[in-house]
């Protein structure tokens, strides 16, 4: 196990840190591997219009939600509990808006995605300081919270983009977000128990 120089985590006191890394390590494989999905669907759907890419982005959010949910609940003591369930909640909230209201998501999808990428990702950026007691690495989680935060600053900046912009836009993020969320999260898996 790879921990942070200086840190001097004693092998007892390392050992609930390395099991938080590694199911860490599993929600990030997964959520990174439904993200490739969405960028998947995106890309090759054909003729995708904007109420179907609300549609996407509402399933995405509810499996992302699930997922980090039910991290949360079976969380190990030391784990980023609070986050992953704000996290998970706020994903169920856009999946929740887009079945009771898709007509209202679809005319407000730039403004939705972005504060859904600033919040998730300034969470995601604390929850992995919060494991940078237990890997080296943690700085490529925070680095990819700080991206989707910025991402979501980028879609505020440009709330009137043409329905192909932001369908590339979306896919290319997803498709980012995911390649490193399954590296980061085969990676923790490898280094941690």
């Known amino acids: 196990m790879n921990n942070l120089p200086g840190q001097g985590i004693a ?22 591997m439904v993200a490739l999905l969405l960028a998947f669907l995106v890309f090759f759907w054909p003729k995708l219009t904007i109420t179907g890419l609300a549609m996407l982005w509402g399933g995405y959010s509810l499996v992302d939600g699930v997922l980090a949910l039910a ?59 919060e ?3 237990a890997v080296d690495g943690h700085w490529i989680l925070v680095f990819d919270g700080a991206g989707a935060v910025l991402f979501g600053v980028a879609l505020a900046f440009w709330p009137n983009l043409q329905a192909e912009a932001l ?12 390649g490193l969320l399954v590296s980061v999260g085969y990676w923790l898996g490898r280094t941690t128990p």
């Open 167 to 178: 369908l590339w836009l979306i896919g290319w993020f997803a498709a980012a977000v995911g």
């Open 71 to 129: 991290a949360a609940v079976g969380g190990r003591s030391g784990a980023p509990r609070l986050w992953l369930g704000l996290i998970g909640s706020a994903g169920l909230l856009c999946a929740g808006g887009t079945l009771v209201a898709i007509d209202e998501v679809s005319a407000h999808l730039v403004g939705i995605i972005s504060v859904w990428a600033i919040v998730t990702g300034a969470m995601q950026v604390w929850a992995a300081l």
């Open 131 to 133: 494991v940078r007691k």
């Open 11 to 32: 092998g007892r006191d390392r050992e609930p840190l390395e099991a938080v890394a590694s199911d860490y390590g599993r929600l990030l494989l997964l959520r990174g």
